[in-house]
Protein backbone atom coordinates (compact mmCIF):
# COMPACT_ATOMS: atom_id res chain seq x y z
CA UNK A 1 0.00 0.00 0.00
CA UNK A 2 1.43 3.67 -0.65
CA UNK A 3 1.18 6.38 1.67
CA UNK A 4 1.86 9.85 1.62
CA UNK A 5 2.37 12.16 4.48
CA UNK A 6 1.48 15.29 4.64
CA UNK A 7 3.95 17.87 5.86
CA UNK A 8 2.71 21.46 6.88
CA UNK A 9 4.59 24.22 4.17
CA UNK A 10 6.26 26.65 5.10
CA UNK A 11 6.17 30.01 3.66
CA UNK A 12 7.07 33.59 4.03
CA UNK A 13 4.62 35.79 5.24
CA UNK A 14 4.82 39.47 5.98
CA UNK A 15 2.08 39.53 8.31
CA UNK A 16 2.52 40.34 11.68
CA UNK A 17 0.25 37.61 13.35
CA UNK A 18 3.53 35.88 13.89
CA UNK A 19 4.96 38.51 16.01
CA UNK A 20 4.19 39.51 19.91
CA UNK A 21 2.52 42.40 20.68
CA UNK A 22 3.98 45.57 22.12
CA UNK A 23 2.84 44.26 25.47
CA UNK A 24 4.93 41.55 24.74
CA UNK A 25 1.84 38.74 25.07
CA UNK A 26 1.92 36.16 21.61
CA UNK A 27 -1.27 37.30 19.38
CA UNK A 28 -3.72 34.21 18.72
CA UNK A 29 -3.94 33.45 15.24
CA UNK A 30 -7.49 32.31 14.55
CA UNK A 31 -7.15 32.53 10.29
CA UNK A 32 -4.98 31.24 7.63
CA UNK A 33 -2.78 32.72 5.90
CA UNK A 34 -3.63 35.46 3.09
CA UNK A 35 -2.29 35.07 -0.40
CA UNK A 36 -2.06 39.12 -0.35
CA UNK A 37 0.96 38.61 2.90
CA UNK A 38 2.93 36.24 1.13
CA UNK A 39 6.45 37.28 0.87
CA UNK A 40 9.37 36.03 -1.93
CA UNK A 41 12.86 34.90 -1.60
CA UNK A 42 15.23 37.85 -2.04
CA UNK A 43 16.86 38.43 -5.29
CA UNK A 44 20.35 38.96 -3.94
CA UNK A 45 21.32 41.37 -6.92
CA UNK A 46 25.33 40.47 -7.10
CA UNK A 47 27.91 42.24 -9.37
CA UNK A 48 28.34 40.75 -13.05
CA UNK A 49 27.07 40.12 -16.25
CA UNK A 50 23.35 41.19 -16.59
CA UNK A 51 20.66 38.51 -15.60
CA UNK A 52 17.04 39.69 -14.88
CA UNK A 53 13.99 37.77 -14.21
CA UNK A 54 10.43 38.94 -14.32
CA UNK A 55 8.12 38.42 -11.35
CA UNK A 56 4.22 38.38 -11.45
CA UNK A 57 3.03 40.57 -8.61
CA UNK A 58 -0.80 41.29 -7.67
CA UNK A 59 -3.34 42.44 -10.18
CA UNK A 60 -1.16 41.04 -12.81
CA UNK A 61 1.58 43.47 -13.05
CA UNK A 62 5.29 42.72 -13.10
CA UNK A 63 8.48 43.75 -11.45
CA UNK A 64 11.74 43.31 -12.46
CA UNK A 65 14.03 41.27 -10.26
CA UNK A 66 17.79 41.77 -10.98
CA UNK A 67 19.81 38.66 -10.48
CA UNK A 68 23.16 40.20 -12.02
CA UNK A 69 24.36 43.87 -13.02
CA UNK A 70 27.61 45.60 -14.62
CA UNK A 71 25.91 49.06 -15.50
CA UNK A 72 23.99 51.79 -14.58
CA UNK A 73 22.75 55.15 -15.04
CA UNK A 74 25.18 57.37 -12.76
CA UNK A 75 23.67 60.81 -11.81
CA UNK A 76 25.97 63.88 -11.35
CA UNK A 77 23.53 66.18 -8.92
CA UNK A 78 25.58 69.35 -9.31
CA UNK A 79 25.70 69.37 -12.67
CA UNK A 80 22.37 67.83 -13.73
CA UNK A 81 23.58 64.98 -15.42
CA UNK A 82 23.50 61.09 -15.96
CA UNK A 83 25.67 59.18 -17.77
CA UNK A 84 25.50 55.28 -18.09
CA UNK A 85 29.05 53.57 -16.72
CA UNK A 86 30.09 50.50 -15.56
CA UNK A 87 30.15 49.39 -12.11
CA UNK A 88 33.63 48.27 -11.06
CA UNK A 89 33.20 46.86 -7.12
CA UNK A 90 31.26 47.35 -3.93
CA UNK A 91 33.23 49.23 -1.88
CA UNK A 92 31.67 49.74 1.26
CA UNK A 93 28.41 49.11 2.99
CA UNK A 94 27.11 49.88 6.09
CA UNK A 95 24.79 47.10 7.27
CA UNK A 96 27.53 44.25 6.94
CA UNK A 97 31.12 43.59 5.23
CA UNK A 98 29.74 40.47 4.20
CA UNK A 99 27.87 42.54 2.05
CA UNK A 100 30.82 44.17 0.22
CA UNK A 101 32.51 40.65 0.54
CA UNK A 102 29.89 39.24 -1.91
CA UNK A 103 29.40 42.33 -4.14
CA UNK A 104 25.77 42.74 -3.36
CA UNK A 105 24.31 45.62 -5.04
CA UNK A 106 21.15 46.89 -2.76
CA UNK A 107 20.37 50.15 -2.61
CA UNK A 108 22.18 53.22 -0.46
CA UNK A 109 25.66 50.93 -1.19
CA UNK A 110 28.75 52.79 -2.17
CA UNK A 111 30.23 51.50 -5.69
CA UNK A 112 33.23 52.94 -7.28
CA UNK A 113 32.14 53.39 -11.10
CA UNK A 114 34.47 53.54 -14.37
CA UNK A 115 34.99 57.52 -14.56
CA UNK A 116 35.80 57.53 -18.30
CA UNK A 117 31.82 58.84 -19.61
CA UNK A 118 32.09 61.37 -16.90
CA UNK A 119 35.13 62.81 -18.12
CA UNK A 120 33.65 63.12 -21.39
CA UNK A 121 30.81 64.97 -20.96
CA UNK A 122 33.19 67.08 -18.42
CA UNK A 123 35.34 67.74 -21.60
CA UNK A 124 32.08 68.43 -24.24
CA UNK A 125 30.89 70.87 -21.08
CA UNK A 126 33.65 72.70 -19.91
CA UNK A 127 36.79 71.61 -22.35
CA UNK A 128 38.92 70.17 -20.23
CA UNK A 129 40.80 67.11 -20.46
CA UNK A 130 41.56 65.41 -17.40
CA UNK A 131 44.00 62.65 -18.88
CA UNK A 132 46.29 65.67 -20.56
CA UNK A 133 46.15 67.31 -16.85
CA UNK A 134 47.25 63.58 -15.77
CA UNK A 135 50.25 63.33 -18.32
CA UNK A 136 52.73 60.92 -17.57
CA UNK A 137 55.12 59.33 -19.51
CA UNK A 138 53.18 55.83 -21.08
CA UNK A 139 54.20 52.54 -20.55
CA UNK A 140 53.62 49.48 -22.48
CA UNK A 141 50.78 48.16 -19.67
CA UNK A 142 49.06 51.94 -20.12
CA UNK A 143 48.70 51.88 -23.61
CA UNK A 144 47.31 48.27 -23.76
CA UNK A 145 45.02 49.42 -21.42
CA UNK A 146 43.89 52.99 -23.02
CA UNK A 147 43.60 50.72 -26.33
CA UNK A 148 40.50 48.52 -24.62
CA UNK A 149 38.71 51.11 -22.85
CA UNK A 150 38.93 53.38 -26.55
CA UNK A 151 36.48 50.65 -28.00
CA UNK A 152 34.15 50.82 -24.58
CA UNK A 153 33.80 54.71 -24.98
CA UNK A 154 34.43 57.23 -27.89
CA UNK A 155 36.80 59.95 -26.22
CA UNK A 156 35.95 63.13 -27.31
CA UNK A 157 38.88 65.90 -28.99
CA UNK A 158 38.71 69.46 -27.07
CA UNK A 159 41.36 70.56 -29.85
CA UNK A 160 39.27 69.84 -32.82
CA UNK A 161 35.88 71.74 -30.98
CA UNK A 162 33.98 74.76 -33.23
CA UNK A 163 34.82 78.12 -32.44
CA UNK A 164 30.71 78.66 -30.93
CA UNK A 165 31.93 75.85 -28.45
CA UNK A 166 35.19 77.27 -27.10
CA UNK A 167 33.38 80.53 -26.75
CA UNK A 168 30.77 78.55 -24.50
CA UNK A 169 33.34 76.74 -22.58
CA UNK A 170 35.20 80.62 -22.24
CA UNK A 171 31.54 81.87 -20.92
CA UNK A 172 30.77 78.33 -18.66
CA UNK A 173 34.65 78.41 -16.70
CA UNK A 174 34.58 82.20 -15.61
CA UNK A 175 32.12 80.89 -12.71
CA UNK A 176 32.70 77.39 -12.40
CA UNK A 177 34.57 75.56 -10.19
CA UNK A 178 35.20 71.71 -9.33
CA UNK A 179 35.34 69.51 -6.10
CA UNK A 180 39.13 68.89 -5.72
CA UNK A 181 38.18 64.89 -4.61
CA UNK A 182 35.92 64.61 -7.83
CA UNK A 183 39.11 65.77 -10.14
CA UNK A 184 41.06 63.58 -7.94
CA UNK A 185 39.12 60.85 -8.61
CA UNK A 186 38.02 61.48 -12.47
CA UNK A 187 42.23 61.46 -12.94
CA UNK A 188 42.40 58.11 -11.43
CA UNK A 189 39.73 56.65 -13.46
CA UNK A 190 37.18 55.46 -10.35
CA UNK A 191 34.27 57.30 -8.78
CA UNK A 192 32.63 56.77 -5.97
CA UNK A 193 28.56 56.55 -6.44
CA UNK A 194 25.80 55.70 -4.00
CA UNK A 195 23.29 53.08 -5.07
CA UNK A 196 19.66 54.95 -5.34
CA UNK A 197 17.56 52.37 -7.44
CA UNK A 198 16.41 49.21 -5.88
CA UNK A 199 18.03 45.85 -8.12
CA UNK A 200 15.66 43.70 -6.54
CA UNK A 201 12.73 45.48 -7.34
CA UNK A 202 13.03 47.80 -10.51
CA UNK A 203 16.23 45.51 -12.42
CA UNK A 204 18.14 48.33 -12.49
CA UNK A 205 21.30 49.86 -10.48
CA UNK A 206 21.12 53.54 -10.88
CA UNK A 207 23.51 55.26 -8.84
CA UNK A 208 24.36 59.14 -7.79
CA UNK A 209 27.84 60.40 -7.32
CA UNK A 210 29.54 61.42 -3.88
CA UNK A 211 30.10 65.38 -3.39
CA UNK A 212 30.71 67.52 -0.94
CA UNK A 213 30.32 66.34 3.03
CA UNK A 214 29.00 62.62 1.87
CA UNK A 215 31.69 62.06 -0.03
CA UNK A 216 34.50 63.44 2.39
CA UNK A 217 32.62 61.10 5.00
CA UNK A 218 33.06 57.78 3.05
CA UNK A 219 36.72 58.83 1.80
CA UNK A 220 37.45 58.93 5.80
CA UNK A 221 35.27 55.25 6.12
CA UNK A 222 37.50 53.60 3.20
CA UNK A 223 40.64 54.80 4.83
CA UNK A 224 39.77 53.59 8.14
CA UNK A 225 39.16 49.79 6.59
CA UNK A 226 42.22 49.69 4.46
CA UNK A 227 43.93 50.45 8.22
Keep these: HSFCTLLPVM ?12 SGGK ?3 CRKRRKHEAGRLPGNAKLGPRRVTSVRTRGGHHKVRALRLDTGNVSWATEGVSVRARILDVVYNATSNELVRTKSLLKNCIVSVDA ?18 NKRPASKNDKAKKAKKSSAVAKFDVNKAPA ?11 THKIEKSIEDQMKLGRMLARLSSRPGQVGRADAVLLEGAELQFYLKKLE ?3 K
Design 164 to 174: TLKRKWAFRNR
Design 116 to 133: APVKSFYAKQYGIDMDKK
Design 27 to 29: TKI
Design 224 to 226: KKK
Design 11 to 22: GIVRSRLHKRKV
